[in-house]
């Protein structure tokens, strides 16, 4: 059974730093490209970063250049999303995506973990 575990959202002030985790199992992770995702409460939910199966590319929303970094360690089967400077926009629910880079294997998404930015 495959699952995508994320942790590390919370409640911080603007300016603050947040670091997300998504740990994966029951998938081969080394075959999937990693991606943040996130929904605000009525707004659809939206491409954040994306990593590439290697790490090698890495690829992000104009919203958040220059203050998020997404990374992976694959011998831990995790995607990291670090968050500095943070704004109230950057509110929202933030998700983890598994995207496979072979044909065959299915696309996953995580459950989820909540982000806050309030002062």
């Known amino acids: 059974q495959v699952q995508l575990v994320e942790s590390g959202g919370g409640l911080v002030q603007p300016g603050g730093s947040l670091r997300l985790s998504c740990a994966a199992s029951g998938l081969i992770f080394s075959l999937y490209d990693m991606s943040w995702y996130r929904q605000a409460p009525g707004k659809e939910r939206e491409f954040v970063a994306r990593?590439?199966?290697?790490?090698?590319?890495?690829n992000y929303a104009d919203a958040v250049q220059g203050r998020f970094t997404i990374y992976r360690d694959n011998a831990k089967n995790t995607v990291y999303l670090q968050m500095n400077t943070l704004k109230p926009e950057d509110t929202a629910e933030y998700f983890c995506?598994?995207?496979?880079?072979?044909?065959?294997?299915?696309?996953?998404w995580g459950q989820g973990t909540q982000v806050t930015i309030s002062s």
């Open positions: 990593i590439s199966s290697t790490g090698g590319s890495t």
């Open positions: 995506y598994a995207n496979p880079t072979r044909l065959g294997y299915r696309t996953y």
